[in-house]
Structure formats: C-alpha cells, structure tokens
C-alpha cells in the first residue's frame, strides 16, 4: 500500500504522522518534577536554584522550539542532579524533535532504567525506533506503554501504523481503530482508518472515516483528497471532484494537480 502519511506535529506539542497515513502522536509531560526531596535540604540551596533555573530554562527554550539551547540547559540539570528519569526523558524529546532519534533513544533508555514505569518513555522510545524504520522494536515499546496505560490512544495508534509497516493491515487496523474507540476526537486515527480501509478495499467504510476526519478537522486538505480518491474508486466522479476542488483550495498539490489534469478548474 502506499506509504502512511504523518503530519509530523508541531515541533513544541509533538504530534507524528507516517507517510500514508498514520499519525504518532507525540506528548510532553505538562507539569514539571518539582517535588523532590533534594530541593527541599538547606544544605544543597544553591544547587537547587541552579538546578531549578536550568530545568526551567530548558523548558522555555523547549516550549519555543530551540531544542539546541533545550538541550544545553537539560545537559546542566542532569550533571547537578543526576539519576532523574524525567530529565532524560525531557532532554531524549528535545533530541527527538531535533529529528536526532539515536540519542533520543539513548536518554529514554536512561530514563527507563531509573524509571521502569516511565510510560512516556517507552512511548517515546517506540516512536523513534519507527522513525529509525525499525518496526519490530517500536511495537516492543508500544507494547510496554500500553501495558502501563492501558487507555492510551496514541500508543495504539502508533503501534498500528507500525504494524501496518511490517504489512500486517489486520493488526493494524485493530489497533487503530481502537485508538479511536478510545479517543472519539482523534482526527489522525479517523484518517488513518480510512486509509487503511481504502487499502482493503473497503471503500464505504473508508468515505466514514474522511467524513469523520473532515469533521474533526475541516480545513485537513489530505482528508478531502483521500476521500476524493475513494469516491472515484465507487465510481462516484462527479462527487469526488467536488472533494478534489475542496482540497485544492486548501491548497492540496495532489489535489491541484488531479484537477489540472482532468482540465478543470478550482
């Protein structure tokens, strides 16, 4: 099938997508490990203001997508208070979002041996060993954050679209339409349904899960598109030209292009 198209989120909030059409959705730990013993001793005050003022440094730095500068500021935090899971796991998402996935893996692998329950961790560990076309180990990791999450849309999400890659559609397909059992509002997994439902023929079921994603998103030129495609393939032209035009002048390439040569216009 062709390949799975993710909308590589937004470098601060980290969401993914893969090339036909699953999306990994990425989190960040919103709060911050303020609650440690160590900042509460008298005698390690000092160390404690720089440490605080590193970690809150790396996270604005973070929040404003310098993830170079993140990163400078996560290395001080950890060498004035080692062995904290969460720092090497902030400090492994700013070299994922740096799209450096081999020492991303490096500090989840950090984390998860200070933390073995460090959910975000492994998820996060899965979804760089997908972007390092390993599949397999992604899916071992997907396995884990499951298990500690058990409602956890993303992880089942991206571990479809990661079976989908070992071309198990089956299992793919199971898994992501769990995730949007388990989150009715996750655009991404709507659209990769219907991707995958298109693949297998499907089609009805597919134009569902455009309609759906189009509903969640309205201005998702891919979703006009694929369900343009999809209309054509039920033989429903005249309407899925109409879908063409709608993703055209959300400025869709494909779009412009399939209309261009049908020599029409948008």
Known sequence: MEELTWEPAKKVKVNTCVNVVYSISIMI??????ANPL?????????TMEAVSSLEQGRSYHDRGDFQQAVKEYDRFIEIVPGRADAHYRRGLAYYNLGDFNRAILDFDEAIEINPKHVEAYYLRGSAYYNLEEPIRAIQNYDKAIKLRLNFPEAYNNR???YVKLGDLER???DISRATELNPNFTEAHYNRGMLNNTLGAFSQAVKDFDTA???NPKSAIAYYKKGLTLDKLDNPKQAIEYYKMAA???SKEAKDTLKNKKMSW
């Open 29 to 34: 730990l919103s709060s911050l490990f303020i």
């Open 39 to 47: 900042f509460a001793e008298q005698k390690t005050k000092y160390v």
């Open 160 to 162: 479809g679209a990661a």
């Open 172 to 174: 793919g397909l199971k």
């Open 214 to 216: 189009i509903e969640l």
């Open 249 to 251: 002048r959300l400025d």
